[in-house]
């Protein structure tokens, strides 16, 4: 019986042991996930204070943490809401303008899905790839001739986006625009490109 007992007693305290060991690991994980999750949900609430101070942590780079189940970052927040200011104060603070959550979308083609003129300028400026590819090989700029917006292809292409750079289809956004013709504007912000880039307005091969 004592025997028995004491094999008990040498369990529970080898349990304990293994509990507190896993505990040690676990702590240090569950800290750095709670800092992210605070910040993303001071993002949400406009918190500027909480967001300021977790931003003013000597080496952070809290700033581009990513949501363990979306993978948004906290620009594709501010994003999805067309919140400018926000958009600014982040890229300010060295937010990555080509992040990517678990979709693989970034802020840029999540700003042109939303048709997000101000943040596409914003994050172009900060150096967002604006021939970035989607799982699809879609650029903003074919996402934006999908949408027949003349004015987004237009500052798309200003920023420097690509107008014959093709997705996994193997059409470009010139091809698209050609299929639409007149009644998006697209095929008129690329010829007008080509015009003032000294490029022949003409599509299709050359006729020898």
Do not use: C
Not at 15 to 38: E, N, T
Not at 85 to 110: I, M
Not at 111 to 139: H, K, M, P, Q, Y
């Amino acid at each position: 019986m004592k025997g028995q007992k004491l094999v008990r007693m040498m369990g529970r305290a080898v349990a304990l042991a293994l509990a507190g060991a896993a505990l040690g690991i676990a702590v240090p994980a569950a800290a750095q996930f709670s800092d992210g999750y605070k910040f993303l949900e001071a993002i949400k609430k406009r918190d500027g204070d909480a967001v300021t101070k977790a931003l003013s942590e000597p080496g952070t780079t809290i700033v581009n943490t990513r949501d363990i189940s979306s993978g948004e970052s906290a620009l594709h927040i501010v994003v999805q809401r067309r919140d400018l200011v926000w958009v600014n104060f982040l890229l300010q603070q060295h937010a990555n303008p080509n992040v990517r959550d678990a979709k693989g979308v970034t802020p840029l083609e999540l700003a042109t899905s939303l048709r997000f003129l101000e943040g596409i300028e914003a994050l172009a400026d900060a150096g967002a790839n604006v021939d970035e590819t989607s799982s699809t090989g879609e650029t903003p700029l074919i996402l934006a001739t999908h949408l027949k917006d003349g004015d987004m292809a237009k500052l798309l292409m200003e920023k420097g986006a690509d107008p014959d750079k093709s997705d996994n289809s193997g059409r470009s956004a010139r091809d698209y625009a050609t299929l639409d013709g007149r009644t998006s504007g697209v095929l008129s912000a690329i010829e007008a490109r080509d015009a003032k880039a000294g490029k022949g307005g003409t599509y299709g091969p050359a006729m020898r």
